[in-house]
């Protein structure tokens, strides 16, 4: 059976882009508005509170990891002290030392290592919204050292740390999902997965993705009824089932035509359509332009197999 998480993270592709310590004490509090990049961070001393629209206040502790893959507005603040409700604490940068929050000088209540990665997928934004908004993992020993592991290579001038970055980078992420199932309120597949009955269900989503689904068909995979799979699916992904095999066959079909492997009549078929007009229809729909198109408008060196009219 296929692996959604796996397959995910394959296209997602994911990078290294920035990784660094902090250092704070006193009251503090930082709003970050970096709309587009993932960001995650581990306590490696102290604790604080992380604050996002639309959730209660989250308290990060001691080897606690947090990452929110589509790092909406979200603010990181002192516990003790509290920070003063509209302060905004500007960063100080020392050169050969760590971020400073805070009080300038003295031993530092907190310690943080901060990081964005970036997706260099360009169907990324759908996959993350297939991603809780957060997930928080406690105390998890393997994360701590991957992380650690990220901070030296990004700190060291040694050869090939990009690569090595990039797959430090892949294990964290995934390290993370693997772990993450029960994040808090937060819907999405990997809150899917956690659930063994609708696991099966979005297995056979990834296996076989042209297979012409129906919201029956995959209830009784699931072996429940298809009321009752419809509501738990909705709830724990956020989305209707048929919703997500569209975003699905979507994300599919953005890969095989960035990477010009396929001429469109294969990728319809892979991605479930009967027809390139349909597959046509349903992608400009979704999308906002028609697939030949988006091929042209794709990094990727042509090979000619994509010769479809749009």
């Given at each position: 059976?296929?692996?959604?998480?796996?397959?995910?993270?394959?296209?997602?592709?994911?990078?290294?882009?920035?990784?660094?310590?902090?250092?704070?004490?006193?009251?503090?509090?930082?709003?970050?508005?970096?709309?587009?990049?993932?960001?995650?961070?581990?306590?490696l001393a102290g604790q604080c509170c992380l604050e996002m629209d639309g959730h209660d206040p989250i308290h990060l502790g001691d080897r606690d990891f947090v990452l929110i893959p589509a790092a909406c507005d979200f603010a990181m603040s002192s516990i003790n002290p509290p920070a003063p409700k509209g302060l905004e604490t500007r960063p100080v940068l020392q050169p050969d030392s760590p971020v400073r929050l805070g009080q300038a000088d003295g031993k530092p209540d907190v310690r943080l290592l901060i990081g964005y990665?970036?997706?260099?997928?360009?169907?990324?934004?759908?996959?993350?919204?297939?991603?809780?908004?957060?997930?928080?993992?406690r105390k998890e020993r393997r994360l701590e050292n991957l992380a650690r592991l990220v901070r030296e290579e990004a700190l060291a001038d040694r050869p090939a740390r990009n690569v090595v970055l990039d797959h430090l980078l892949q294990v964290l992420l995934i390290e993370t999902l693997r772990s993450a199932g029960e994040t808090g309120d937060s819907k999405g597949v990997v809150k899917g997965l956690s659930d063994p009955k609708l696991a099966r269900a979005l297995r056979h989503i990834h296996e076989t993705p042209q297979t012409p689904w129906t919201v029956a068909d995959l209830a009784r995979a699931a072996g429940m009824s298809r009321s009752a799979f419809f509501t738990t699916f909705n709830r724990k992904l956020g989305l209707a089932p048929m919703e997500y095999i569209l975003n699905w066959r979507m994300t599919l079909a953005k890969s095989m035509l960035r990477h010009r492997q396929h001429t469109m009549a294969e990728i319809a078929e892979k991605v479930g359509y009967g027809s390139t007009s349909a597959f046509s229809v349903a992608f400009s729909r979704k999308v906002g332009q028609p697939p030949a198109r988006f091929a042209r408008q794709q990094a990727e060196p042509a090979n000619h197999l994509i010769n479809a009219p749009a």
């Open positions: 059976m296929s692996d959604p998480l796996a397959d995910m993270i394959s296209l997602l592709q994911p990078s290294a882009r920035h990784s660094k310590r902090v250092d704070a004490s006193g009251a503090w509090r930082v709003q970050r508005t970096e709309v587009g990049q993932a960001y995650y961070c581990m306590v990665c970036h997706f260099g997928a360009p169907d990324a934004e759908l996959l993350v919204s297939l991603l809780p908004d957060f997930f928080v993992v």
